[in-house]
């Protein structure tokens, strides 16, 4: 019993950091939008200043705790992530903190924008949805109904 109790809690500073948010550079982006082996992964990027994005944060994660196999949730938050602690906070109230997130770090946003997915104009919220055979799907502005189940 002693060792599972240990095993378990070394194992806490793992999760903790993998939620936790960490910084996104151009040399990143590569890896964050290659397709997943299996089911799809959703990238939701989103603004300290944006009206929608909470609820849009907010609405993503109850989809992808209907489909947990089946897609992968990250955030990307497209101020820098100088402010840390602001981003943090909101990934919190939008009880999205558990998931991976990034936050730019690059001087020039627009590359990253570019870079993650060129027919972006930089407008937030903005969802990519990436699936395993390579097919994406963007969608800009506030998720309804209909486009939560475009989704999955």
């Not at 964050?32 to 603004?47: D, F, M, N, S, Y």
């Not at 990034?102 to 870079?115: H, K, V």
Request: proline fraction near 7%.
């Amino acid at each position: 019993m002693k060792r599972a109790l240990f095993a378990l809690v070394s194992l806490l500073p793992c999760a903790a950091l993998a939620a936790s948010l960490q910084p996104l550079s151009a040399g990143d982006v590569a890896a964050l939008v290659k397709p997943p082996t299996h089911g799809e992964r959703i990238i939701a990027l989103w603004a300290l200043d944006c009206a929608y994005c909470e609820g849009n944060l907010s609405a993503l994660a109850t989809l992808q705790r209907a489909h947990p196999n089946d897609i992968e949730l990250i955030t990307v938050a497209t101020d820098s992530y100088e402010q840390h602690d602001m981003l943090q906070m909101h990934l919190k109230m939008a009880q999205v903190d558990n998931y991976p997130a990034r936050a730019y770090t690059e001087a020039s946003p627009d590359r990253l924008n570019f870079l993650i997915d060129p027919s972006w104009g930089g407008e937030t919220p903005r969802v990519l949805v990436i699936r395993a055979n390579g097919s994406r799907m963007g969608i800009s502005g506030e998720l309804g109904p209909a486009q939560l189940q475009r989704l999955h």
